[in-house]
């Protein structure tokens, strides 16, 4: 079993959902892999939050926010004289209560951690770095599966009051795989979702005061690494386990590419 099979399968072996022997395979590979033990652990971490912590919790912002996206998305779909798609008939529940749990609960934490007197900086890490191991279990990584920014890009066209960055680095090791709508701070935020061998760098971005430029800064956390940096009004954060060094590269190469009259050149609108 290798890596990418190893983190697809983790939050059904922690739900116990696998035969003994395919159990046996994931245990294996984690004793011998320190990134995909790493990762485990965070699932684990993840879920124990999840079942301790739930039923104490209401519901906050976030979650009737993605619930309300979602029903727009299935008011949005086309109507029932078509054939309806099975996959959007499940696939909207399972994608949107998965997700919005692990936020419910992410947020809860983050409230107990701000009034432990960390910075709201501190509490919008834990955020985004949530969000990016919930991308990593089955099915949560992209909700467009694509390695061409002229597919991604334009995706975002009509999903999001802002155009993200998300340029071809291919040529320099980092493909892109795709792209999704995720939540920080209860607010529909862009994802770039780029590869580094068998790494996943997501990249969230979203607008604030374009009076405030900043380079990239590096910060690790939980045995992730993170880069943040502003341009242009448009604030962006790239997390993954990749090392920090290559996390510096990927994030100084989209950096440079989101500067005015850089990078991709403006592409056509999606057809409506
Ligand atoms: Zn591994």
Redesign the pocket.
């Known amino acids: 079993m290798?890596?990418l099979e190893?983190r697809e399968s983790l939050s059904a072996y922690v739900d116990g959902e696998f035969s003994p022997d395919r159990a046996a395979e994931v245990a294996e590979?984690l004793s011998s892999?320190e990134?995909?033990a790493r990762e485990y652990e965070s699932v684990l971490t993840t879920v124990r939050t999840l079942r301790d912590e739930l039923v104490r919790h209401r519901a906050p912002d976030v979650l009737r926010a993605r619930v309300r996206t979602a029903l727009r998305e299935a008011q949005l779909a086309p109507p029932a004289r078509l054939m309806p798609t099975p996959r959007r008939a499940w696939r909207i529940p399972w994608h949107v209560v998965a997700a919005a749990l692990v936020v419910a609960v992410a947020s809860s934490g983050i409230t107990l951690l701000a009034r432990g007197g960390r910075s709201s900086d501190s509490a919008l890490a834990d955020e985004v770095l949530t969000s990016h191991i919930r991308s990593l279990m089955p099915q949560h990584l992209t909700d467009i599966h694509s390695s061409d920014q002229h597919n991604v890009k334009p995706w975002f066209n009509g999903r999001l009051d802002f155009s993200p960055t998300v340029p071809r680095l291919e040529e320099q090791g980092f493909p892109l795989l795709g792209g999704r709508i995720d939540y920080v701070h209860g607010r529909p935020v862009a994802v770039a979702v780029y590869g580094r061998r068998q790494h996943v760098i997501n990249v969230f971005s979203w607008p604030v005061d374009p009076d405030r430029d900043a380079a990239p800064a590096p910060e690790a956390r939980h045995g992730y690494n993170l880069q943040r940096w502003r341009r242009d009004g448009i604030e962006y954060w790239a997390v993954s386990d990749l090392n920090a060094a290559e996390l510096r590269q990927f994030a100084a190469l989209l950096s440079e590419s989101g500067k005015v009259g850089a990078g991709v050149a403006p592409t056509a609108p999606a057809p409506k």
Do not use: A, Q, V, W
């Open positions: 290798n890596c190893t590979h892999c990134e995909c």
